[in-house]
């Protein structure tokens, strides 16, 4: 067992909220990589030690666990209509790091599927035949992605998500709990879907649609994307 746990490669977490925590127990249980720690922005740091592990500032992460040696995943969430998950993603890149994309062994993903850096697919999801998934991608569990779908970069997929076939969702959009999306519809860029929304037509840059029919409402992503 302390071969096994030797051999695995080093990963940080960027993060040190649940999510992150969620994401660690996925690679100690599910993965073949060894999260040694977390990190996030100095100014953000509040305690030394998370979940047993050290908590290392951003800014200083190359010096304690330099990119030769390490890889990163930026687990953070839809804050900032996943803006700020975009930005740490790249700021990771530029200071040399190598970001890993986890597969939970119980998602149903098709051999070849195109896969982006920095994605998290969890367990239940179903990524259907020819589809493609681009860079920093979040699925979460028991999502079903259609046949030829797309989904651009910076986005994030809730729980229980549909996508019928031939879907194309722009960069940095938002799909809440349950959403729907119907077949062929174009996602615009930077759109956020509420939870249990059913979107039948193609939607806007920068809208807000919630509910059944799905309509777009007088508020922007940024408003409701908070956390």
């Known amino acids: 067992l302390r071969s096994e746990v030797m051999n695995k490669t080093s990963v940080v977490i960027f993060g040190n909220r649940t999510f992150a925590d969620l994401t660690r127990f996925c690679l100690l249980h599910d993965s073949p990589w060894q999260v040694v720690a977390f990190t996030v922005d100095?100014?953000?740091?509040?305690?030394?030690?998370h979940d047993g592990l050290?908590?290392?500032p951003f800014e200083d992460l190359p010096q304690i666990y330099p990119p030769a040696s390490t890889k990163?995943?930026?687990?953070?969430?839809y804050a900032q209509i996943n803006g700020l998950r975009k930005d740490r993603f790249y700021q990771a890149m530029e200071m040399g790091y190598e970001p890993i994309t986890y597969v939970s062994s119980r998602a149903v993903v098709w051999p070849d599927t195109p896969l982006g850096k920095n994605c998290l697919v969890f367990e239940q999801a179903v990524l259907q035949p020819l589809?493609?998934?681009?860079?920093?991608v979040i699925i979460r569990s028991g999502a079903n992605i259609g046949h030829h779908c797309l989904i651009g970069n910076h986005s994030f997929v809730s729980t229980g998500v549909t996508f019928g076939g031939n879907v194309v969702v722009g960069e940095q959009c938002f799909f809440g709990v349950g959403a729907v999306v119907r077949n062929g519809i174009r996602i615009a860029?930077?759109?956020?879907?509420?939870?249990?929304?059913?979107?039948?037509t193609d939607t806007e840059p920068d809208g807000v649609y919630v509910r059944n029919p799905a309509r777009k409402i007088d508020k922007t992503p940024m408003e409701v994307s908070s956390r």
């Open 72 to 77: 990163i995943l930026i687990s953070l969430g």
């Open 42 to 49: 100095k100014e953000h740091v509040t305690e030394k030690v």
């Open 131 to 136: 589809c493609r998934i681009g860079d920093n």
């Open 189 to 200: 860029d930077r759109t956020f879907v509420g939870a249990g929304a059913v979107v039948l």
């Open 54 to 56: 050290p908590v290392v």
